[in-house]
């Protein structure tokens, strides 16, 4: 590396695996968001047939099968890109350093160093994203296949609750695309978030 360079323009380097990732992640989560709008808007799970409904140019699909098909299709893409990504964070040991730690708890608590926060912040809201992504995925598979999991519909209580899990974790995967982008770039600058997609 050219260390004439400041550190704070060298690029940053993320393995190649972490950028598939990535960019699999975000098109994927797209693809399940706006397919499950289609299917939401076909029935809301808020008033019925004649209830709350999301405008149609966030939905995609077309009408409710088409959107079914869009989302069966997705779910594959997804889930299996974050199966990938558990199984290379595990080999490779990055799960040991990556996400939010004691230290990072105690920054938040204690430190004044507004950086350190940042940081911690940041470790805390990609951490905290994966069990709302597993939870999509587990409430999911109650709806794809209720008769096979009766018992993840029994665990959310009656079908109707299972819905509004399955579709809470909309809004929030939206809001956290948000924080994550902005933490991201109060942490690293545009050349950490570069460094993630290319
Ligand atoms: C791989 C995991 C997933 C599976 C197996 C899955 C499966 C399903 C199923 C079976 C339905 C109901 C379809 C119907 O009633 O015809 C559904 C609806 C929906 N899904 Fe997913 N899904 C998954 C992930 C996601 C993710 C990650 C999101 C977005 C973050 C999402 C958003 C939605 C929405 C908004 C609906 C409509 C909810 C409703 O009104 O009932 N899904 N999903």
Redesign the pocket.
């Known amino acids: 590396m050219d260390s004439s360079i400041s550190p704070f323009l060298r690029p940053i380097h993320q393995a190649l695996f972490a950028k598939v990732f990535h960019w699999v992640n975000l098109v994927s989560?797209l693809l399940?968001?706006t397919?499950?709008?289609q299917?939401?808007n076909a029935?809301?799970?808020f008033g019925g047939r004649g209830g709350l409904q999301i405008p149609p140019i966030f939905a995609l699909g077309g009408w409710?099968a088409g959107g079914?098909h869009w989302?069966?299709a997705a779910?594959?893409l997804?889930?299996l890109n974050l199966l990938f990504y558990g199984v290379y964070i595990a080999i490779t040991r990055r799960w040991k350093h990556r996400f939010v730690s004691g230290k990072d708890v105690k920054a938040l608590q204690v430190s004044n160093n507004q950086k350190r926060k940042n940081y911690a912040w940041h470790r805390l809201a990609y951490t905290a994203i994966i069990p709302i992504?597993l939870l999509?995925?587990f409430?999911?598979?109650g709806?794809?296949k209720p008769a096979q999991f009766y018992w993840i519909v029994d665990c959310f209580g009656d079908w109707q609750a299972l819905?509004i899990v399955?579709?809470t974790?909309?809004p929030i995967?939206i809001v956290f695309a948000v924080v994550h982008s902005l933490l991201g770039l109060k942490v690293g600058g545009s050349r950490l978030q570069e460094s993630m997609f290319w």
Request: without cysteine.
């Open positions: 989560l399940m968001m397919s499950g709008i299917i939401y029935n809301p799970v409710l079914r989302h069966f779910m594959w997804f889930a992504l999509a995925i409430s999911g598979a709806m794809y819905r399955h579709f974790t909309v995967v």
